[in-house]
C-alpha cells in the first residue's frame, strides 16, 4: 500500500530540547515537504527538497533543519524547540512529473 | 513567491444548499491549481484539481473553475450534505516547480 508515514504522531516536548520527526514514503517519489498548519494561515511550506541531498527553503524554514541522504526519508529537526513552533506539521510528497501532493498523517507537537 | 487568499475563513449552510468557496493567487506563472479536503484529525486530500488549460471542472457535485485573467478560482458544492462538513484549502503551483502554496482554509459546516 502507497503510504507516507510520519513519526511520532503526537509529542509535548519543553523548549530546547532537540527533537527530530521522521518521515518516510513508499512510492519512489522524488519530492518531499514539509509544511506546518495553523488555524488561519493554512498548511506553510517549511523545507522542501526535489531529490537525494538537494533541500531548499520554504516560506518559513527558520527553526527548522532537515536532510534527505535517502529518497524515501526525510526527517525534520528542531534543534532548541521553542513556543511558537507548537503546531500541526505534515510531510508531503510527489512525483517529479506529477503535482498531486500526498500528505502523511500529521504529528500534533506541542512544546512547553 | 506565490500568495494565494482564500475566502471566506468559515462557511455554514444548510443541507442541501451549494457551497461556494473562492480563491485568488498572486503568480501567473501557477498553473496548477487543486482542492483539498481536511477532514477533523485526518490529513489534507485531493478532491479535484483543474490547470490552466481549462476553465471548469467537475465531478459529481463538485466543480471548480478558474479566471487566469483574474487570477482566481472557485470551489463549487452542490447539493451539500453533512459529510461535506471539513476544512478546504486551495492551492496554486507550477506543475514542474516548486510544492504548492495553500491558502488559508475554509470551514465548511453542513447543518441537517
Known amino acids: 500500500e502507497a503510504q507516507v508515514t510520519q513519526n511520532p504522531r503526537y509529542l509535548i516536548t519543553v523548549t530546547g530540547k532537540k527533537l527530530t520527526v521522521t518521515c518516510s514514503q513508499n512510492?519512489?517519489?522524488?519530492?518531499m515537504s514539509w509544511y506546518r498548519q495553523d488555524p488561519g494561515l493554512g498548511l506553510r511550506q517549511i523545507y522542501y527538497s526535489m531529490n537525494v541531498e538537494v533541500t531548499d527553503k520554504g516560506d518559513v524554514p527558520e527553526g527548522y533543519k532537515v536532510s534527505r541522504k535517502e529518497k524515501r526519508n526525510f526527517p525534520l529537526i528542531l534543534e532548541s524547540p521553542s513556543p511558537n513552533q507548537t503546531s500541526l506539521y505534515f510531510c508531503?510528497?510527489?512525483?517529479?512529473?506529477?503535482?498531486?501532493?500526498?500528505f502523511g498523517q500529521g504529528t500534533r507537537l506541542t512544546v512547553v | 513567491g506565490e500568495n494565494v487568499e482564500q475566502h471566506p475563513s468559515t462557511l455554514s449552510v444548510q443541507e442541501g444548499d451549494s457551497a461556494v468557496i473562492k480563491c485568488t493567487y498572486s503568480d501567473s506563472a501557477s498553473n496548477y491549481f487543486p482542492w483539498y479536503k481536511q477532514e477533523l484529525g485526518k490529513r489534507p486530500q485531493l478532491i479535484i484539481d483543474?490547470?490552466?488549460?481549462?476553465g471548469e471542472k467537475k465531478d459529481q457535485r463538485i466543480a471548480v473553475t478558474l479566471n487566469k485573467t483574474a487570477k482566481h478560482f472557485s470551489l463549487h458544492i452542490t447539493e451539500t450534505q453533512p459529510e461535506d462538513s471539513a476544512v478546504y484549502f486551495c492551492a496554486a503551483s507550477m506543475e514542474a516547480g516548486n510544492m504548492l502554496t495553500f491558502g488559508g482554509g475554509t470551514r465548511l459546516m453542513v447543518k441537517p
Open positions: 483543474i490547470r490552466s488549460n481549462v
Open positions: 508531503a510528497t510527489r512525483q517529479a512529473h506529477l503535482p498531486e501532493a500526498f
Open positions: 512510492m519512489n517519489h522524488e519530492y
